[in-house]
């Protein structure tokens, strides 16, 4: 751990970091050191209700709260990270993950830009099927493999065909990767 703090401490020396922005727990202890060793302001994100029955896991869990401020992913993580650690109202802002419509609204797109994106994930034009995107790493907890099984499912009962695309990486685990390219064969839901 010493020789990630010190190296992630001559790279915010190095590159004059601003701001230190921390979203895990295992890097944090490393991030905390070199950031207070260059004095950079520190902010974490507390992404959701970590499990700490053991005072050892509460302690662990904490790090994520030693920072100069804490984001919380919801109101309702704000609420267990002012329940569960020493922290006040003041060092902790709920800002809860979504979309600005308005910025990201469907009338600013063009029908040429929609085309070339369906033709990317190999949509054929005019295909009417209905479609939804789950853009994010293909990891189990991301639900990738529930949609597959709820894909499935729908076939089954003789509901109406959807079309899912999955759009991300898999970050190296191309084992996960297989296993939902297979059960995606098996439940007859694999067009590439």
């Known amino acids: 751990m010493l020789s990630y703090a010190r190296a992630l401490k001559d790279l915010i020396a190095r590159e004059k ?3 230190v922005h921390i979203r895990s727990r295992a890097p944090a202890f490393a991030a905390l050191w070199a950031a207070r060793a260059t004095q950079t302001p520190v902010v974490t994100t507390y992404h959701g209700v970590y499990g700490g029955r053991t005072a050892i896991k509460r302690w662990y869990n904490g790090v994520m709260t ?22 006040t109202r003041n060092d902790v802002t709920s800002i809860p993950r979504g979309v600005d419509l ?4 469907a009338d600013l797109v063009s029908p ?8 990317a994930f190999g949509l054929a034009v ?6 939804f995107l789950l853009a994010g790493r293909l990891t189990r907890w991301k639900g990738q493999g ?3 099984e709820a894909l499935a499912a ?3 009962a003789g509901a109406p065909p959807v079309i899912a695309v999955f759009a991300g ?4 685990r191309t084992a996960y990767s297989a296993e939902r390219m297979e059960a995606a064969k098996s439940a007859g839901r694999s067009e590439r």
């Open 154 to 156: 729908m076939d089954k």
């Open 112 to 119: 040429e830009r929609i085309a070339a994106q369906r033709a």
């Open 169 to 172: 990486s898999d970050q190296g």
């Open 146 to 148: 529930l949609i597959v």
């Open 66 to 87: 030693r920072g100069d401020h804490t984001i919380a992913n919801s109101d309702f993580t704000r609420d267990h990270v002012l329940a569960t650690h020493p922290v």
């Open 17 to 19: 970091v601003g701001l």
């Open 102 to 105: 308005a910025r990201f609204s």
């Open 126 to 131: 005019g295909d009417a099927r209905p479609s």
